[in-house]
Structure formats: structure tokens, C-alpha cells
């Protein structure tokens, strides 16, 4: 096996199953109407070409593994990769999508200005269109605003369904860390996430590696999560 085949091996998930990455816990005032749009490309539906683009806390990421959890369930061949890790590669080497249902591709924007890559993925496109699998793929920008080497490779991006992800507002953060702490079975309490919410940076991303940080404080000191515990955990981080 060359180097190159060793990369794309490892950065071909199909990911683990891991209960954080469900259609059931996005959480967004156009929830519906984005996750019936990823059922139905996955199930071959609807759809066979959808972008999804937004700021980084706005749930691409997680909607691209929801999606391939969702394939898992309903026996659909997701790949997915993350463009920041394919550019480890050659353009050239990359032939896994070949044998898939669905290719889903995180952080597209990263190969945007590679002309070997846009190439690349200017023909994954159009075999999408002759029906070869269908194509799911994120974005932080709108394809108008890519820098691109290759006007058709931005063209056939918006060939099919772009959805944008709104950043979420106080509200929708609150119910994120509600129903995430839920899963990693802890209870915060609306004192503790309006604690979290005025002492700390109004950030999903911010707010979720908090949440990482009182799962474990919390298991290693056997409590519930109040804001002493929160202020503990966060100068334990802090040291």
C-alpha cells in the first residue's frame, strides 16, 4: 500500500456511532426543512446535489454526520471526508467515492484555489449529475464568494439545493447545551446555562468544549453540575 493510499484509507471514515451527531438534536428554526431535505437525498428521494453553508457554529458539521448516521440506519453507503484532510493527498489518488451512495464532503471550501482539486471535484460533481451517487458537501461561504482557480467548479456547486445555516441565537444555544448535556446524562439547570451563557463567550463551539470540560469534571468528582462546579472546572482548565 503506497503513502498516499494509507492517507486516504484513514481519512475515509465511515465514522463511529456516536449519539451527539442526530437529526433529532439540530436545533434551528429551519430544522424541518433541512433535515427532511438530507433524509431524502440519503434515501435517493429527493435532491441528489445539497450544499450546506454557514458560519462554524451554525451545525454543518453536525448535519453531515447525522446524515451518515442516519444512512447507517437505513443501509445507504455514505463516505465522507474532510477536505482539509484530503489536500494531505493527491487529487489524482482519490477514487473511494467510486463505490458509495453517497458522497459527503465537510469543509469543501478548503480546496477552493487548488486547481488539481477543483478539477477533481468539478468531474465528482458531474457524476453526481449522470447518477453515479449522490452528493451532500459544507461550506463556511457561499459558492458566489469562493476564490476559485475554476469558474465551472463553482458553477456546479449551486447546480443543486443550497441550503444557508443561520448562526443560532441565545435562545437556540440555551436548548443546544440543554439537550447535549442530556445526552452525555447530565442535567444543567437553567441557572447554571444563564451562568454559562453571561460568564462565558456566546459561542456554540465555546460553549460545547465548556460542556466537555464539566462531563469530565463532573465524573471525576462524582457531583452535579452547579456553578461551583463550573467555576472549579474552569480554573482546573485554566492551571
Same mark, same amino acid.
Given at each position: 500500500?503506497?503513502?498516499?493510499?494509507?492517507?486516504?484509507k484513514q481519512i475515509?471514515?465511515?465514522?463511529?456511532?456516536?449519539?451527539?451527531f %442526530?437529526? $433529532? *438534536?439540530?436545533? %434551528?428554526?429551519?430544522?424541518?426543512?433541512i433535515v427532511?431535505?438530507? =433524509?431524502?437525498?440519503?434515501?435517493?428521494?429527493?435532491?441528489s446535489q445539497?450544499? /450546506?453553508?454557514?458560519?462554524?457554529?451554525?451545525? =454543518?458539521?453536525?448535519?453531515? *454526520?447525522? %446524515?451518515?448516521?442516519?444512512?447507517?440506519q *437505513?443501509?445507504?453507503?455514505?463516505q465522507?471526508?474532510?477536505?482539509v484532510?484530503?489536500?494531505?493527498?493527491? !487529487? %489524482?489518488?482519490?477514487e473511494?467515492?467510486s463505490?458509495?451512495?453517497?458522497?459527503?464532503? $465537510?469543509n469543501?471550501?478548503?480546496?477552493?484555489?487548488?486547481?488539481?482539486?477543483e478539477?477533481?471535484?468539478?468531474?465528482?460533481? *458531474?457524476?453526481c +449529475?449522470?447518477g453515479?451517487? +449522490?452528493?451532500?458537501?459544507a461550506?463556511?461561504?457561499k459558492?458566489?464568494?469562493?476564490?476559485t482557480?475554476?469558474n465551472?467548479?463553482?458553477?456546479r456547486?449551486?447546480?443543486?439545493?443550497? /441550503?444557508?445555516?443561520?448562526?443560532?441565537? $441565545? !435562545?437556540?444555544?440555551?436548548?443546544i447545551?440543554?439537550?447535549?448535556?442530556?445526552?452525555?446524562?447530565?442535567?444543567?439547570s437553567?441557572?447554571?446555562?444563564?451562568?454559562?451563557?453571561?460568564?462565558?463567550?456566546?459561542?456554540?463551539?465555546?460553549?460545547?468544549a465548556i460542556?466537555r470540560?464539566?462531563?469530565e469534571?463532573?465524573?471525576?468528582?462524582?457531583? =452535579?453540575?452547579?456553578?461551583?462546579?463550573?467555576?472549579? !472546572?474552569?480554573?482546573?482548565?485554566?492551571?
Open positions: 500500500m503506497s503513502a498516499v493510499e494509507w492517507v486516504i475515509a471514515l465511515p465514522l463511529s456511532l456516536d449519539r451527539q %442526530s437529526f $433529532d *438534536n439540530f436545533v %434551528s428554526d429551519q430544522a424541518e426543512l427532511a431535505s438530507l =433524509k431524502a437525498l440519503v434515501l435517493g428521494e429527493g435532491e445539497i450544499g /450546506l453553508w454557514g458560519s462554524a457554529a451554525s451545525g =454543518k458539521s453536525h448535519l453531515l *454526520n447525522a %446524515s451518515a448516521d442516519f444512512a447507517r *437505513n443501509g445507504v453507503v455514505l465522507i471526508y474532510d477536505a484532510q484530503l489536500q494531505q493527498c493527491a !487529487a %489524482s489518488e482519490f473511494g467515492y463505490d458509495c451512495d453517497v458522497l459527503a464532503i $465537510d469543501l471550501d478548503a480546496i477552493a484555489g487548488n486547481p488539481e482539486w478539477a477533481c471535484f468539478y468531474q465528482v460533481i *458531474n457524476r +449529475r449522470d453515479d451517487y +449522490r452528493f451532500l458537501f461550506l463556511t461561504d459558492p458566489d464568494d469562493l476564490q482557480r475554476l465551472d467548479f463553482r458553477s456547486l449551486q447546480w443543486g439545493l443550497m /441550503l444557508q445555516l443561520p448562526s443560532g441565537g $441565545d !435562545a437556540e444555544i440555551r436548548e447545551l440543554r439537550r447535549r448535556a442530556g445526552l452525555l446524562g447530565i442535567e444543567l437553567a441557572e447554571v446555562i444563564s451562568y454559562l451563557m453571561t460568564h462565558y463567550p456566546r459561542d456554540l463551539s465555546a460553549q460545547m460542556l470540560r464539566l462531563d469534571t463532573s465524573l471525576s468528582h462524582q457531583r =452535579k453540575v452547579t456553578i461551583p462546579l463550573v467555576k472549579t !472546572a474552569l480554573l482546573e482548565q485554566a492551571d
